[in-house]
């Protein structure tokens, strides 16, 4: 069976979300309260609906309760995704995703419980800095406030060196989780696997012990 989703708000991420899903062959409801953001998403999304979805009466009818993941990604109108997330949660929705126009937003939408909370401009700023400030990490992504994952480059300075030899764990606190070499993925590389120059070392920790990693034993 197809997996079933409903995005409400159809503005930038809201549309990428439902585009990439269509893509990935799910199931989607697309829904605005703008007429003209619908109708663009008509051909797209499996459907899309104009509703207000600060009315859990509307919700009811769509029958949201019956999606297994809904993403709110209502713009502007922080009410309003509050409002919207706090429906869905009474209704019975199993899990939601919301976009946090900044940390109050956030907190808000934690406490009412919401499952899953994105900050696309932050996140999306915080892996092009991290990317501009070192030629080693390729790709930073924030898993919480503290811990991130991080893609980094191995130069001359570790390659030949086997994980064991190098023992990053002990001396900087992270793990890495998989190597990526050519059309490859070594998942949970074992401690005599030798680096070789230009793998792509995907890496878990704190920002801290990442940041330290990367300035200690590449530079």
Known sequence: MKKEFAVIGLGRFGGSIVRELIELGADVMAIDISHSRVDEYAQIATQAVVADTTDESVL???GIRNFEHVVVAIGENIQASILTTLMLKEIGVPKITVKAQNDSHEKVLRKIGADQVVHPERDMAMRIANNMVSNNILDYLELSEEYSIAEIKANEKIAGFTLIDLDIR?????NI???KRSNQILVS???IEKIRLDDILIIIGSDEDIHKFEKKALH
Do not use: E
């Open 170 to 174: 002990a001396k900087f606190g992270v």
């Open 177 to 179: 989780v998989a190597i």
């Open 189 to 191: 590389p074992q401690a």
């Open 60 to 62: 009811k009818s769509l």
